[in-house]
C-alpha cells in the first residue's frame, strides 16, 4: 500500500515552488487535477490531502488547497479552471463583476466555447457555450464577457419578452455604458431570442426612459388611458446644480412634474435632503407635482392615470383629440 505522509511545500522541485505559490496567489488557492500534476503531485498526494480534510474537492478535478469555505473570489477560479481555458464569467456572474446586479447567492455562470466538454454542475456552476466568444470576451481578470454582450445575454435568457425589454432598460439606465455600445452589439449580434423585445428596450432608452418603472408608467399609465406622452429627463436648476425630473408635461399646456420613484427608502441622507430642495424649487415655481412609487404603477395603473389626469386638466391641459382609454379595466370614456 502506497504511504500517503503529510505533504508539503518542500516536496516540490525548487525550481518550481515559486511558480507553484504565484499559481495558488493567483487562482486564490484553487488548483486543477491538470496543474498538480504539473507541479508534481501524485494522484496518492492528492487522495491523501482530500481524505485528511487539508485540501477539499470544490467541481469535478478541482480542488481547494486549505480549509474552510471558499471565497467568492475562489469560486470564480474554480469555475473558470473547470471551464477550460476558454472559459469567460458571462450572464449573472459577469453582471455582477461589472456591477450591473448585486452579489448574489447563486451559481457561478460561465460560457465556454462549444468544443468544450464541461457541463452545469449544479448547483455550483452553470455552463453556456458560444461561438463568438473571441468576439464578446474582455481580458480582465477574471476574464468575463464584454459590458455590452453581459446585457444582451440577460436580455436572452429571460423568460418572457416582456421581462426582456425591463431588463434592458433598467441595466442600460444604470450602468456606465453608452447607449450606442449596446446597439452596436445588437447589430453586430443579433439576439436569437426577444430580438424584438429587446430592441424595444433600446428604443426606450433612446427616447429617456431610465428604468423598468418609467416603461411602466409609459405604457399601463399613459399609454392604456390616452395621457399625453409627457417629456422625459427634463432638466431643472435647483441649488445651482441640473436635476431631471422622469416626466413633465409642460409641453402640453400643464406645469406638471411625475416623480417615479423605484426605492423602497432612501439609501442615504443626501438623496431625501435633494428630494426636499427639489420639491421645494417646484413650488416656488408654481409646479404641481405627483410622486409615484413601483407598487402604485405596477398594481393600481388606472388610479395613477386618473389622478394625473385629474391634475393635467387643473393645470391648463386641453383634451380635445387625445387618444382614446384602452384599458380593459376601465370604463370607456375618459373621468
Known amino acids: 500500500m502506497p504511504q500517503n505522509c503529510r505533504w508539503s511545500t518542500d516536496r516540490i522541485p525548487d525550481a518550481s515552488r515559486p511558480d507553484w505559490l504565484t499559481l495558488l496567489s493567483r487562482q486564490h488557492g484553487v488548483v486543477s487535477l491538470r496543474q498538480l500534476r504539473a507541479h508534481g503531485h501524485s494522484p496518492d498526494d492528492v487522495l491523501a490531502n482530500l481524505t485528511a480534510g487539508r485540501w477539499q474537492r470544490v467541481l469535478p478535478r478541482i480542488y481547494a488547497a486549505f480549509t474552510g469555505e471558499p471565497s467568492r473570489s475562489a469560486l470564480l477560479s474554480a469555475a473558470l479552471l473547470y471551464g477550460g481555458p476558454h472559459a469567460v464569467l458571462s450572464h449573472h456572474t459577469a453582471a455582477e463583476e461589472w456591477r450591473l446586479l448585486p452579489i448574489a447567492d447563486r451559481p457561478v455562470e460561465i460560457t465556454v466555447p462549444y468544443s468544450s466538454s464541461a457541463v452545469s454542475q449544479p448547483p455550483s456552476v452553470v455552463v453556456h457555450r458560444s461561438r463568438a466568444l473571441r468576439h464578446t470576451t474582455l481580458d480582465t481578470t477574471p476574464p468575463r464577457t464584454r459590458g455590452p454582450d453581459t446585457i444582451l445575454d440577460l436580455a436572452v435568457s429571460q423568460r418572457t419578452a416582456r421581462e426582456a425589454t425591463m431588463l434592458v432598460v433598467d441595466l442600460v439606465s444604470r450602468s456606465s455604458l453608452p447607449l450606442q455600445a449596446v446597439q452596436d452589439c445588437f447589430v453586430l449580434r443579433p439576439p436569437y431570442r426577444h430580438r424584438a423585445a429587446i430592441r424595444r428596450g433600446l428604443e426606450l432608452i433612446g427616447n429617456g426612459l431610465m428604468s423598468a418603472l418609467e416603461v411602466e408608467y409609459l405604457e399601463n399609465v399613459e399609454e392604456q388611458h390616452g395621457l399625453p406622452r409627457g417629456d422625459r429627463q427634463t432638466p431643472f436648476a435647483v441649488d445651482g446644480k441640473t436635476l431631471w425630473e422622469d416626466v413633465t408635461y409642460d409641453g402640453h399646456g400643464a406645469a ?40 402604485d404603477v405596477h398594481t393600481s395603473p388606472c388610479a395613477v392615470a386618473a389622478e394625473v389626469r385629474r391634475i393635467l386638466l387643473r393645470e391648463g391641459w386641453d383634451p380635445t383629440g387625445s387618444r382614446d382609454t384602452t384599458c380593459h379595466h376601465c370604463r370607456p370614456g375618459r373621468s
Not at 271 to 293: C, H, I, P, Q, T
Open 256 to 295: 406638471v412634474t411625475i416623480r417615479l420613484d423605484g426605492r423602497t427608502t432612501h439609501a442615504t441622507g443626501g438623496v431625501a435632503f435633494r428630494d426636499r430642495r427639489r420639491d421645494n424649487a417646484a413650488e416656488l415655481a408654481g409646479r404641481a407635482r405627483l410622486v409615484y412609487g413601483w407598487q
